[in-house]
């Protein structure tokens, strides 16, 4: 079974940009014979500072992503951050994402599983892997007929993550689907002045380790000048690397 790949911009920025990706993800789609999912966030509600750029917000970001789905016949995953928000995405979105500092909210986790929708729960900074049967769990008796876990670094000090690879190994033993977030686990949190920063140059190898490790997806924040992008910016792959990178992994 070919693996999973889900791919987009930190955040949505503008249609365009939505547009500019979502097309390269069709080009690869139909290059490699594999269903990129795309993501994207309406909301990015954990931004370092009050002044960061959060996105479009709820209503018109779902809108752009619906359009998107519509347009390009991508499948689409975004995240919730409030639990009031589950039922609205469900009605889009194909996978609803649980972000990491969250992944431990009952209440969170039980309002996106009665959606119906696969659920991807991305590990938190302070968890163990194993330690991660137990929002699985929240998910199943909810209601949630299909659950990912995703790996994305363990806090390691002040303003630092580092991977743990048997993280994947002992979540494959939870769920069958564990994804590698290759371009969040190169992050620096909060160590730039205001802002989270890191390091893109070592996604590749992230991938690849996970690769080695059983990894069944992998996870890119894709941008086509990342540079400039509002959100993740020193993190994000750079959008014409994409191609090379699947290329290697399938």
Not at 51 to 72: D, H, V
Not at 73 to 88: F, P, R, V, W
Not at 106 to 114: F, G, P, R, Y
């Amino acid at each position: 079974m070919k693996p999973i790949f889900v791919a987009g911009p930190c955040v949505i920025e503008s249609f365009e940009l939505l547009c500019q990706v979502a097309e390269e993800l069709v080009r690869l789609n139909n290059k490699y014979k594999v269903n990129i999912i795309f993501k994207a966030s309406f909301d990015k509600a954990n931004r370092t500072s009050l002044s960061s750029f959060r996105g479009p917000g709820l209503s018109k970001g779902l809108s752009m992503l619906r359009e998107i789905k519509q347009q390009y016949g991508l499948k689409i995953l975004t995240d919730i951050h409030e639990s009031y928000q589950a039922d609205i995405v469900g009605e889009i979105v194909d996978v609803i994402q649980i972000p990491a500092f969250l992944c431990r909210q009952t209440d969170l986790l039980v309002a996106a599983s009665k959606t119906g929708k696969i659920i991807n729960i991305k590990k938190a900074q302070f968890l163990s892997g194993k330690d991660m049967k137990y929002p699985v769990q929240k998910c199943l008796e909810s209601g949630a007929k299909e659950v990912w876990l995703t790996e994305r670094g363990n806090s390691f000090g002040y303003n630092n993550l580092v991977v743990d690879f048997r993280n994947i190994y002992d979540m494959k033993e939870i769920v069958p689907i564990v994804i590698m977030d290759c371009t969040h686990s190169v992050q620096r949190p909060s160590a730039g002045e205001g802002k989270t920063i890191g390091d893109r140059k070592f996604v590749p190898a992230m991938a690849i380790a996970a690769k080695a490790f059983g990894a069944t997806g992998y996870f890119f924040e894709v941008h086509p000048d990342p540079d400039k992008g509002l959100s993740d910016a020193a993190n994000m792959l750079e959008l014409d690397k994409l191609d090379g990178l699947i290329g290697k992994l399938i």
